[in-house]
């Protein structure tokens, strides 16, 4: 499974926000979102992500309060990358290795999309779950499970 799945069954909304902009401002839209993360993009280049972690991080460091800091200062300004031909298992390894919970989707310098922690997890979930279903199709009177079932009784 390649990102590009992921990013076909998620859609392609994407957040993105300039590094000159206010750090509250761009709090408040990923809380009126829902979202995890901004895209930060500068002249219709990726120059950074904002998340949560980094938000946190610069309350903190500002006294408990956003202030006048503005996206730039506290944004990721080398975040992971990868492209739509990425493998799945790829990205949770890269993710897992710099505690990433959200990554870019660049095809050249064009920003295809963001995948999160949770799109990969899902997927990989889903993947396990259709081969599990084709393997008991396959073997002969397999008890079929009820569907929604949370875990396998022992």
Known sequence: MKVSDILRVKGNTLYTIAPD???GDSV???????????????HGELVGMLTFREVIAA?????????NLTVGTVMDDAPLTCRPETEIDEVR????GRHARYMP???????????????????????Q?????MLKAY??????EEEGADAPKL
């Open 139 to 144: 073997i002969r009177d397999w008890p079929v």
């Open 21 to 23: 902009h206010k750090l």
């Open 105 to 127: 989707v660049l095809d050249g310098r064009t920003l295809m999309g963001v995948v999160s922690f949770y799109d990969v997890a899902k997927a990989v979930v889903d993947g």
């Open 28 to 42: 408040n839209t990923m809380a009126e979102r829902d979202i995890g993360s901004l895209v930060v993009m500068s």
């Open 93 to 96: 390894r890269m993710m897992l």
């Open 129 to 133: 779950d259709f081969e599990n279903r």
């Open 59 to 67: 309350i903190v460091r500002n006294g408990g309060t956003v202030g």
